[in-house]
């Protein structure tokens, strides 16, 4: 593994601010370069950045290394996820009723939300859904195939997600465009196209979309007390652990959650793979040449190379020495995982796109603690399952352009990605 640089000869670092929207505007490879040099330097202080009508917070810690956040990720007693974990500033309270999630919360109260939500995700759950997932990627590319190039993250990569996480709830079809678009404006970052120009507008818009998701949940929450199915919905409504059950705002934040990690996230993945597979065709015909035998490592890489969750935030309960690093209670901690999956320290040429990577402990899921990511399994078995339909009905599928990136320090997304066969 590559070593860590002298005292006397750390790269240059003065020109990094992870807190400037332009800087989030740069490739992808100029970003990772910044955050190499990043990492041969204890974790960086930056000012928070603007955001408009709310007031400017303290600043931030950024911890890039993987060993700083794989240690905080372990930490959840010093590394709380209260009062966010998915904005720099605190989330005004009107904001915190509809994305309040349990993403946002710690122990004990952490333990309950899960303990409840997590039986819609138990390995019967998920095999229950395995005939549906490949039944919907079938469909996908059937339609692929009468539409022609297009692009592939509106016509493939969007669909599957969606369409799952939306009867796994029992969301009619009707308003399965509904979700899509809350879900788009609630990760848009700073990306105009979504949120408008101005800090006020955008704050209006992502109010709008969370109270749209949480409206939509509490009616079919209501039809599903009175008359329940066997959707994950009426399981969450009608559950009752150790005499806990889930409130109306509890589970409105919960399918935001849902909706948005489940559906954003798992796209991002998948787009960011014909990417990958489009600009690295030896590791496309490695994989294609035994599919089933190289695809959990692929996807695992998929994963770890484009990080399509860029960070979250931590607030310290206590003052805590991190890997020598001190830091005290009240500071706020941003674990940047898409720096944590390109350590050197860690990974052999970690910009290398290798889908025989052994070992490849990446953080693309979240840390190892209780936050680790719910929906992973559901997540790797939607990628699997899309490629594998691909490989078999398009094997030459491929970029056909340069993607349209989302304006996001939170998201590593692809609006659009034109794509040829």
């Not at 935030?313 to 390109?342: C, H, I, P, Q, V």
Request: hydrophobic letters at 40%; a negative charge.
């Amino acid at each position: 593994m590559a070593q860590s640089p002298s005292a006397g000869t750390l790269p240059d670092i003065s020109g990094i601010d992870l807190s400037d929207n332009e800087f989030w505007k740069l490739p992808l490879e100029h970003r990772h370069a910044a955050f190499a040099r990043l990492r041969s330097h204890p974790p960086q202080f930056y000012a928070e950045p603007d955001m408009g009508p709310l007031p400017p917070g303290p600043g931030y810690h950024a911890l890039v290394t993987h060993a700083d956040v794989a240690e905080a990720s372990r930490e959840p007693g010093a590394f709380a996820s209260e009062p966010s974990a998915v904005s720099i500033p605190d989330m005004p309270a009107d904001f915190a009723e509809y994305f309040g999630s349990m993403i946002n919360l710690d122990d004990p109260r952490h333990a309950r939300l899960r303990r409840i939500v997590s039986r819609g995700f138990t390995p019967r759950m998920l095999a229950r859904l395995q005939e549906d997932v490949e039944r919907h990627a079938a469909r996908i590319v059937d339609d692929l195939l009468a539409t022609g190039p297009c692009d592939f993250v509106s016509q493939v990569a969007a669909r599957l997600p969606l369409v799952v996480i939306c009867e796994m709830m029992g969301i009619p079809e009707d308003r399965h465009r509904e979700v899509l678009e809350s879900s788009n404006v609630v990760l848009a970052g700073n990306d105009p196209e979504y949120l408008g120009s101005d800090p006020g507008t955008a704050m209006a818009r992502l109010l709008e979309a969370g109270e749209g998701l949480s409206r939509l949940l509490a009616e079919l929450a209501a039809q599903r007390r009175a008359e329940p199915t066997s959707d994950l919905t009426s399981a969450l409504v009608n559950a009752n652990v150790d005499g806990e059950a889930l409130t109306d705002q509890e589970l409105g934040s919960f399918f935001t959650l849902l909706a948005v990690a489940g559906n954003e996230t798992t796209r991002n993945a998948i787009s960011h793979g014909l990417r990958l597979i489009t600009e690295h065709p030896e590791q496309r015909g490695l994989w294609w040449s035994d599919f089933d035998a190289h695809a959990p490592g692929a996807v695992e890489e998929i994963v770890r190379h484009a990080s399509p969750v860029v960070w979250m935030r931590r607030t310290l309960t206590r003052d805590y020495e991190l890997n020598g690093y001190r830091l005290s209670a009240g500071d706020k901690a941003l674990l940047f995982y898409a720096s944590a999956n390109r350590d050197a320290a860690v990974f052999d040429d970690p910009d290398a796109f290798d889908i025989t990577r052994k070992p490849n402990p990446h953080l693309g899921f979240g840390g190892p603690g209780p936050h680790f990511c719910l929906g992973a399994h559901l997540a790797r078995r939607e990628v699997t399952v899309m490629f594998r339909e691909l490989h078999r009905r398009v094997p030459g599928i491929r970029a056909a352009a340069r993607p349209k990136r989302l304006a996001s320090s939170f998201v590593n997304g692809i609006k659009s990605l034109p794509c040829a066969f």
